[in-house]
């Protein structure tokens, strides 16, 4: 069995905006993990005209593993307020069969 994932975030300590990765589309799972969580996490994809925006209203704000369809393009992990540590985040592929 393949799986295919991009790594989002890699012991973050810090708030920012991660920076983009290349998604192939499709089911996909946020495998995601910290010590400490900023105020205000989320997976966002760019738009046709280059806008950032939201896949989901979810905000994480726990350890755990969150579902997500998106569409082939460029997809980051958004960070805003507070201060994270220890932040891992990969997205990886979930087969729509199984």
């Known amino acids: 069995m393949s799986t295919k ?7 973050v300590a810090a708030v920012a905006d991660q920076p983009a ?4 589309g499709g089911r996909a799972a946020l495998v995601i993990e910290a010590t400490t969580y900023p ?3 989320g997976l966002q994809m760019q738009s046709v005209s ?5 896949v989901s209203t979810t905000n994480i ?8 369809d998106v569409p082939a393009g460029q997809v980051r992990l958004h960070l805003t ?3 994270a540590s ?3 985040a990969n997205l990886v592929s979930v087969p729509y069969n199984g």
Not at 21 to 24: K, P, Q, R
Not at 61 to 68: E, H, I
């Open 5 to 11: 994932g991009v790594s989002l975030a890699s012991n």
């Open 86 to 88: 220890a932040l891992y």
């Open 21 to 24: 990765v290349a998604w192939s």
């Open 39 to 41: 105020t205000t996490v």
């Open 50 to 54: 280059g806008k950032w925006v939201a």
């Open 61 to 68: 704000t726990a350890d755990g593993v969150y579902a997500f």
């Open 81 to 83: 307020g507070g201060t």
